[in-house]
């Protein structure tokens, strides 16, 4: 069992839900710690920082099944397992057979609605990551310390560090829901509780994402310096080189230059390509040089139905019944590729790609039934055996981290930055990659074992044909694709709007719908265009 530093203290994220009211999906519970008590010590102030934290890995403290949010189910709110499905499903990189499942379905065929489960579920768990955040930013507040007879500088040090490494987890979850959502209500410390927010539009959440991570940048520890799990500026950079790269769709402005400067310093903040690219999905990848940031996982600890769980189970295939391979049960083909993906390792030049771990054997590539899981090839990406070989702790929940930003992406990010600051366009030929862009590329394809590319070859369409060889399965695809303008025409995959073939969606499906019960708890809430 690994190491888990901070996600373990369960109940101290029981104790920031039950005394936060800035939603009212969060259950409260009169048998934990009253918030008193636990911020009565130094240590108690930790413990509550491992809630902040807990909230993107955990559900709840009972079993797998438990969830802190008031009716919504733990199956449909778990933070990395809904963006997983949210960023993935929705896309030409996966489907998920088990159709009876509350609102998969509608993400396999991009058909879903504003009373879509996993939506309401997506965005309740990540509001409730911004209450905690407050709550926690509230009861640190330098006179909250000072009553509490909190006044060591070293104590205050630490704690002031928590706060900032808090204010990037805010963030984090305000730049998912801008990104997914384009809108959502706004609180802060200073919002008087039981508040309704007011409704934030993407330049507004822009702005603060962007002014909030350069405030406390300087106040964080230095990457790979930090706790593994914890926040650095590492993190932070990633967040804001992410919110540069996509500046365009999010608010009409091109930071691409901008983009370029933070993936240069995460670059060099000392983090290195892990030499085997599939160790950074097994059950010991919280070793990897590479991972700058992760949701943790332990088969013993932390037992959810969380994104690894689900992905290394769900990759099993039904007809390989494989599961033993990967050191899980397995769920019998849950998940199988899309034609179209599988199509991105087509050609000699991949034939010795270590990325390349997809299982044709006697499959068909063509799913014409979703729910037929004999269907379509499978995945062996991912596993909960250690590098050793070594399997996990226990073998229906895994000990393997859910990598959010790794500096694989970091690399495709400043070469894809460089070249549209450069011209470059969708579609185009122009071969205007620099040479430390290209150096970027080929360092990963040479990693991958496969075939170094020159700059006549590199163009934007190559760029994110490469971005999915090398992070799919990473919940970044669907960002990519809007980015990238082949989300809702122009480029199908099978099932993509509910036709077998694919066909074109409407443009309002580039954001997610609010869902109608997040509409009918805050009426300063609008619906986004389209639904």
């Not at 369960?10 to 048998?31: A, E, G, K, P, R």
């Not at 879509?116 to 310390?145: C, H, Y």
């Amino acid at each position: 069992m690994k190491k888990i530093n901070l996600i373990v203290s369960i109940f101290s994220l029981v104790t920031l839900l039950s005394c936060t009211q800035d939603l009212d999906v969060i259950s409260t519970d009169s048998t934990v710690k009253t918030p008193e008590a636990l911020f009565s010590t130094p240590e108690g102030y930790k413990q509550a920082l491992a809630g902040v934290y807990g909230n993107l890995s955990l559900t709840g403290t009972g079993d797998a099944g438990s969830s802190f949010l008031e009716g919504i189910d733990a199956g449909t709110s778990q933070f990395g397992r809904c963006l997983w499905y949210l960023q993935e499903m929705t896309t030409d990189e996966v489907v998920w057979s088990y159709e009876n499942d509350e609102g998969t379905a509608e993400l396999n065929r991009n058909t879903w609605g504003s009373s879509n489960p996993i939506l309401l579920g997506f965005f309740s768990r990540t509001m409730a990551e911004v209450a905690i955040a407050n709550d926690f930013l509230r009861q640190s507040a330098p006179e909250k310390l000072t009553s509490r007879g909190i006044t060591n500088a070293t104590d205050v040090a630490n704690i002031n560090m928590y706060r900032n490494e808090v204010r990037v987890l805010r963030a984090y979850a305000y730049y998912n829901l801008m990104d997914m959502f384009g809108k959502a209500p706004f609180y802060d410390e200073s919002s008087a509780i039981n508040s309704q927010g007011p409704e934030y539009n993407r330049q507004q959440l822009f702005t603060f994402i962007e002014s909030e991570l350069n405030a406390v940048l300087p106040n964080l520890k230095a990457a790979r310096t930090n706790e593994y799990g914890r926040v650095d500026q590492g993190v932070a950079n990633m967040i804001l080189a992410k919110i540069y790269l996509n500046a365009e769709v999010y608010i009409g402005t091109p930071k691409y230059t901008e983009c370029m400067t933070k993936c240069s310093t995460v670059i060099t903040s000392g983090y290195a390509l892990n030499t085997n690219y599939l160790n950074n999905f097994k059950a010991d990848n919280n070793t990897s040089s590479e991972i700058i940031f992760a949701l943790q996982s332990d088969g013993r600890v932390t037992q959810n139905y969380g994104a690894t769980t689900v992905i290394i189970n769900g990759q099993v295939g039904s007809v390989e019944s494989n599961g033993a391979d990967f050191g899980v049960g397995g769920w019998g083909g849950a998940f199988r590729l899309r034609k179209q993906f599988v199509q991105k390792f087509d050609g000699s030049d991949y034939a010795a790609d270590v990325r390349n771990t997809i299982i044709s054997g006697s499959r068909p590539i063509d799913i014409t039934n979703i729910s037929t899981n004999g269907q379509g090839y499978v995945l062996a990406k991912w596993s909960n055996k250690t590098v050793a070989g070594v399997a996990g702790s226990s073998s229906n929940f895994v000990d393997t981290d859910f990598p959010v930003f790794r500096l694989a992406d970091a690399y495709l990010m400043y070469a894809e930055a460089q070249m549209r600051k450069g011209g470059a366009i969708n579609g185009g030929t122009l071969a205007n990659a620099d040479a430390t862009s290209l150096g970027y590329i080929n360092a990963l394809r040479t990693r991958a074992k496969g075939v170094s590319v020159g700059a006549t070859a590199v163009n934007l369409d190559f760029i994110i044909d490469e971005r999915a060889r090398e992070l799919h399965w990473e919940a970044f695809r669907r960002q990519d694709l809007i980015r990238f303008g082949k989300y809702t025409t122009g480029y199908n995959w099978a099932w993509k709007g509910n036709s077998l073939n694919g066909t074109s969606i409407s443009d309002n499906m580039k954001l997610f719908p609010i869902p109608a019960n997040s509409l009918k708890a805050n009426p300063n809430l609008t619906q986004n265009n389209g639904y």
